[in-house]
């Protein structure tokens, strides 16, 4: 059973566009997976301290600074995402294939001297895919009583609905703008959306005395509940860097580095449901099912500053040790989402009556609920050490901290919203180790191993409080993901001008997905896994 380990509060004075987001939306565009040059991800991703790769423009900036030649590379190749979800014992599997283009980047190298205290002056470019969303997801089973119609009742209650009068109002609002329309007139900005659909389907009801006064709102049992969802996009990563050698032991650099999120998410939540109404002496028996879907969309920029070290301590060891830096990236975002809902109700076996509600009558001209907002990603650091053994084997460990707990969502006018609150108390400090190794098998081709491991960013027990953080979203479902790994191969060829590498990725994390917040219901134990093959193709002169 969950804990409630967050208690916030939204009043009727609180507009409802002032909560429209949470901590799980942060959480999706905080993830940086371990992507690049496929000798990059071979190594996983623990090059920091040795350098002279593209892709340590974006963890350390100064390994461009190793460079002594120009180069240029691009790569690609194919994702495979599965999932395995069981509930309560029902355990059902998706799986996706895409293709992908990961990678395009080139450093000019200017030499200095060779007796000048700054030996090499470097310049440098690369994009990369920080993050792919690329994935799709299906669980199913019995509910055993707990149905998302009783969260949509509590929010009803928690709303401040006392009167038979109030309750009717929101049932009868209508479509007009101009007519009391209930997802924008200032009478129901403090009922979430989700409520809303759920009063105005039939789906929420309430009872009350003869002097109109409520006394119980209520929902139905759930039977059994049907989850499907499809992701679609990425973060788009493009550095500009700056490096430069200092007499062949202290190496430093500044990346810029810009951001394009695009996010889409499709998702449909299906349950059947059954209650028995008492009425003096007689029960009746209803029955029931309904259909949420949910489309959003999510776009924007970001942008932020990363700079690095490489200090070889000792002038004839090959030893040495990275640090870096890197400020938050300031996000700049546009929401639009929209939702259906149709249901159908049998009273005490009558034949079913149907409603649908449909969120894109409301809004106008968009048809879509229009967010912007801000996004602050926390600092990161890293610190690493590597070393060349006898010529023929690189090695590099590392550890990278981010702090997870102290991002920030922000209006456009610059005010927190109120999930920064439920990110501070829910998310947590995330522990980054990465260790890679290359050796030559001979002159021309390598052999190259990593590893990297991710902690747990959010708390067991943290839930999806839409009364509190994102009251105009309809999306009930969350996930709290658990520790994450990646284990990589890689081979790589090296000739006088050309290269080619190539590297596997099996990427795996497992999570709890709840279809929606009830203490009673179950979590849907999900294993997530991710198959990489990364080819890299490039030229150095």
């Given at each position: ?16 566009a ?24 071979g ?26 030649s ?25 799986n ?18 060779n ?11 690369n ?24 969260q ?6 928690n709303?401040g ?12 609002a ?30 929420v ?10 006394t ?23 550095d ?6 200092i ?29 028995n109404?008492q009425?003096g ?6 029955k ?31 030893f ?30 009558k034949?079913p ?18 967010w912007?907002?801000?996004m ?23 550890y ?52 990297n ?14 009364e ?9 479902s969350?996930?709290?993901?658990k ?19 190539v ?24 294993t ?14």
């Amino acid at each position: 059973m969950k804990t409630r380990i967050i208690a916030l509060a939204v009043t009727a004075a609180c507009a409802s566009a002032a909560v429209a987001q949470s901590q799980y939306e942060a959480l999706q565009f905080m993830g940086n997976e371990l992507n690049g040059t496929a000798r990059f991800v071979g190594m996983g991703g623990a090059m920091s301290s040795l350098g002279a790769d593209l892709s340590t423009m974006s963890t350390n900036p100064a390994g461009i600074g190793m460079y002594r030649s120009h180069d240029v590379a691009v790569s690609f190749g194919f994702n495979n995402t599965r999932t395995n979800a069981d509930f309560a014992g029902n355990t059902t599997k998706e799986n996706r294939t895409r293709a992908s283009f990961d990678q395009i980047g080139f450093v000019w190298s200017t030499k200095i001297g060779n007796k000048t205290d700054l030996r090499y002056l470097n310049f440098g470019f690369n994009y990369h895919k920080r993050a792919n969303f690329n994935r799709q997801f299906y669980a199913k089973g019995a509910l055993n009583g707990a149905s998302m119609t009783y969260q949509m009742a509590n929010m009803i209650g928690n709303a401040g609905y006392t009167t038979a009068n109030g309750f009717n109002g929101l049932l009868d609002a209508g479509s007009d703008v101009d007519n009391r329309n209930p997802y924008t007139h200032s009478d129901f900005y403090s009922t979430p959306y989700l409520a809303m659909m759920g009063a105005r389907t039939g789906l929420v009801d309430a009872n009350w005395d003869k002097d109109g006064n409520i006394t119980q709102i209520f929902g139905w049992n759930g039977e059994t509940g049907e989850y499907y969802s499809r992701e679609e996009g990425g973060i788009n990563q493009y550095d500009f860097n700056l490096s430069f050698n200092i007499r062949d032991r202290f190496y430093f650099g500044l990346t810029l580095g810009l951001y394009d999120l695009n996010y889409n998410l499709y998702s449909s939540y299906g349950e059947t449901m059954n209650r028995n109404m008492q009425d003096g002496s007689v029960t009746y028996h209803d029955k029931g099912d309904f259909t949420l879907n949910n489309w959003y969309k999510a776009e924007g920029t970001g942008v932020d500053l990363k700079l690095g070290t490489i200090i070889r301590p000792f002038e004839y060891s090959p030893f040495r040790f990275g640090l870096a830096i890197h400020t938050p990236i300031w996000y700049t975002l546009t929401d639009r989402y929209t939702a259906a809902m149709t249901s159908n109700i049998a009273l005490d076996g009558k034949n079913p009556v149907s409603y649908s509600e449909n969120l894109s009558d409301y809004f106008y001209p968009d048809m879509n609920y229009v967010w912007d907002y801000s996004m602050v990603i926390p600092w990161r650091f890293n610190i690493s050490a590597g070393t060349i053994v006898g010529g023929i084997m690189a090695l590099d460990a590392e550890y990278e901290y981010e702090k997870y707990s102290s991002a920030k969502l922000k209006d456009r006018e610059g005010y927190e919203l109120n999930a920064t609150s439920s990110i501070s108390e829910t998310l947590k400090g995330v522990h980054t180790f990465r260790a890679g190794m290359e050796t030559k098998l001979t002159d021309a081709f390598s052999l190259r191993v990593g590893y990297n491991y991710q902690s747990s960013p959010i708390v067991e027990d943290a839930f999806r409080n839409i009364e509190a953080t994102d009251n105009t979203r309809t999306v009930a479902s969350y996930m709290n993901p658990k520790s994450r790994q990646a284990v990589t191969f890689g081979l790589g060829y090296r000739g006088r001008l050309f290269y080619a590498d190539v590297a596997y990725k099996y990427d795996f994390y497992k999570s709890d997905f709840y279809m929606f917040d009830d203490v009673a219901l179950q979590a849907t134990k999900v294993t997530n896994e991710r198959h990489q093959l990364l080819l890299t193709l490039g030229v150095h002169f």
